[in-house]
């Protein structure tokens, strides 16, 4: 079992940027293909950023040059960094490993006030 924990969420202001943190307990992180998804009330979860064990990434357009994913695996952390950010913005934010999602973290609150 792989455990994913994240970190960083928050409540700031529409313009300004946060960054996530995700932790995952597994000695196969270098082989895992990464992603940060997000959550909004009354909305389905969706895909923001994933990251490929060679490091190519990508984004939806709703996010793109906006939010930028990326991995360190010496230590088994990926990162969201999130700027400009919007109230759509707005939703709990998941770390999944192991594409199609076989893990998930518990998720980060993310609020962006207008």
């Known amino acids: 079992q792989v455990e994913l924990v994240e970190s960083g969420g928050g409540l700031v202001q529409a313009g300004g940027s946060l960054k996530l943190s995700c932790k995952a307990s597994?000695?196969?992180?270098?082989?895992?293909?990464m992603g940060w998804h997000r959550q909004a009330p009354g909305k389905q979860r969706e895909l923001v950023a994933r990251?490929?064990?060679?490091?190519?990434?990508n984004y939806p357009d709703s996010v793109k040059g906006r939010f930028t994913i990326s991995r360190d695996n010496a230590k088994n952390m990926v990162y969201l960094q999130m700027n400009r950010l919007e109230p759509d913005d707005t939703a709990v934010y998941y770390c999944?490993?192991?594409?199609?999602?076989?893990?998930w973290g518990k998720g980060t609150q993310v609020t962006v006030s207008s």
């Open positions: 999944s490993a192991n594409y199609p999602w076989k893990y």
């Open positions: 597994t000695s196969m992180f270098n082989a895992y293909t």
């Open positions: 990251i490929l064990p060679d490091g190519r990434t």
